[in-house]
């Protein structure tokens, strides 16, 4: 059992008893110490679950502190939670360095972590230490980051690492609390911008003008929801010649700046009904510029060389680079196609949602759609799509209409 020390205090000691001097009622009399007035008054001493001891300090007039800390640590030691108070001292950089290096994530996302950590966390939280982060720190953080002007969808990835990182330090029973989760803290939501589907007319028009050597990406963008780097590492070889479905087997991506082959995202492969008209422009495609075999690291830059026929290329023979397309194929086709400011929205991922729409319009599952498109939950196919599908009441018209169609037909 823990007890509390009186520092500016002692029992009176009789010299020629030495036994404690006690006054009328029989208590111990207490006579000053040498440090009387300077200093710390009470030290809480106890012994922690592993038998060493531990103290904290308080200051005069905080007796009833003192006793509170030391009832909280007998309590937390017999119902098993106690905390190191040490162990909470780290850093909240070093600590959250730790949590990286131990992530299994694919190491394109691990960069991208590192550089959300290095570039918005660590100038702010990362030398502090982690008991020593309130929710007012956090509040305080994220305020910062709004006055920067960052998007609220970043700033919710980015909170999403600084929580992730305090639930695993709580896991550790380096701290008891996750700072990010207190009610007085909003965190941000982020909500994406309802997507608006491009019309047919713009897709053919990008297409056309996206010429010979890069139209085929359109029907594989929107006729069948490939992501960029998907439609960059997708190869003839992928498709066999007596399926009607399409495989998604990998993608280019970069990864510490060097092009990787690699999964597709969530690290899921997925298969894609293919079209007759997506069908034919890949073997039209291919008449005209025949698959290349390309050899890039698999994963990331010193994995194992895999080497893949691709059906898109560079005039140079060379894997086609996100940035470089981006800024010199895909928006020049985009104004051309008459988008005079091409914006996020008309980012290539405006194939994909074209497709999404197509299907939902033609009365797919958004299960089924989720599949398609390689999301890892149907829940966020739905948030993204919901209000592209047909609402409630023009479903209950068509299928009166069709019931008394088959009535007049009969």
């Known amino acids: 059992m823990g007890h509390i020390q009186d520092r500016w205090y002692r029992t009176k000691i009789d010299p020629e008893t030495e036994k404690p001097v006690l006054d009328s009622k029989g208590n111990p009399v207490k006579e000053k110490t040498e440090i009387y007035g300077t200093g710390l008054r009470y030290k809480v001493r106890y012994l922690d679950p592993g038998k060493r001891e531990r103290s904290k300090m308080f200051a005069d007039r905080q007796l009833t502190a003192a006793r509170n800390f030391l009832?909280?640590?007998?309590?937390?030691?017999?119902?098993?939670?106690?905390?190191?108070?040490?162990?909470?001292?780290?850093?909240?950089?070093?600590?959250?360095?730790?949590?990286?290096?131990?992530?299994?994530?694919d190491e394109s996302s691990r960069e991208g972590t590192e550089f959300r950590l290095k570039l918005h966390v660590y100038p702010v939280l990362g030398d502090k230490s982690l008991v020593a982060i309130r929710p007012s720190t956090i509040r305080e953080w994220d305020r910062g980051l709004q006055k920067k002007g960052l998007a609220e969808t970043y700033r919710r990835t980015i909170f999403a690492n600084v929580s992730a990182i305090f639930a695993a330090a709580i896991d550790d029973e380096r701290i008891s609390k996750n700072p990010c989760n207190a009610k007085s803290v909003t965190k941000p939501r982020g909500e994406y911008p309802k997507v608006v589907p491009w019309q047919e007319k713009r897709v053919h028009a990008v297409r056309k003008a996206l010429g010979?050597?890069?139209?085929?990406?359109?029907?594989?963008?929107?006729?069948?929801?490939?992501?960029?780097?998907?439609?960059?590492?997708?190869?003839?070889?992928?498709?066999?010649?007596?399926?009607?479905?399409?495989?998604?087997?990998?993608?280019?991506?970069?990864?510490?700046?060097?092009?990787?082959?690699?999964?597709?995202?969530?690290?899921?492969?997925?298969?894609?009904?293919?079209?007759?008209?997506?069908?034919?422009?890949?073997?039209?495609?291919?008449?005209r510029f025949p698959p290349l075999a390309v050899t890039l690291p698999w994963e990331v830059p010193d994995g194992k060389p895999v080497t893949v026929r691709l059906l898109v290329y560079t005039r140079e023979s060379n894997q086609l680079h996100r940035h470089?397309?981006?800024?010199?194929?895909?928006?020049?086709?985009?104004?051309?196609?008459?988008?005079?400011?091409?914006?996020?929205?008309?980012?290539?991922?405006?194939?994909?949602?074209?497709?999404?729409?197509?299907?939902?319009?033609?009365?797919?599952?958004?299960?089924?759609?989720?599949?398609?498109?390689?999301?890892?939950?149907?829940?966020?196919?739905?948030r993204v799509y919901t209000h592209l599908m047909p609402t409630s009441s023009e479903r209950t018209r068509r299928a009166i209409d069709e019931v008394f169609r088959r009535k007049d037909a009969a």
Request: aromatic share 10%; charged share 30%.
């Open 71 to 105: 009832h909280k640590v007998e309590n937390d030691k017999n119902q098993g939670t106690y905390l190191d108070p040490e162990a909470g001292r780290v850093t909240f950089r070093e600590f959250g360095e730790g949590w990286l290096n131990s992530q299994t994530f």
């Open 212 to 287: 010979d050597r890069y139209g085929v990406m359109v029907p594989l963008g929107a006729g069948c929801g490939l992501r960029q780097g998907e439609v960059f590492g997708w190869s003839p070889d992928d498709m066999a010649e007596d399926s009607d479905m399409l495989k998604v087997e990998r993608q280019v991506k970069i990864v510490r700046g060097r092009m990787v082959f690699a999964l597709p995202k969530h690290r899921k492969t997925r298969e894609v009904p293919l079209s007759t008209e997506v069908r034919t422009a890949i073997k039209e495609h291919m008449k």
């Open 324 to 382: 470089s397309f981006n800024h010199h194929t895909w928006k020049p086709a985009l104004r051309e196609a008459g988008v005079e400011a091409p914006g996020r929205a008309e980012g290539f991922h405006a194939l994909r949602h074209f497709y999404a729409s197509a299907l939902l319009d033609a009365g797919e599952s958004i299960r089924a759609l989720a599949e398609y498109l390689g999301h890892a939950d149907p829940a966020f196919t739905l």
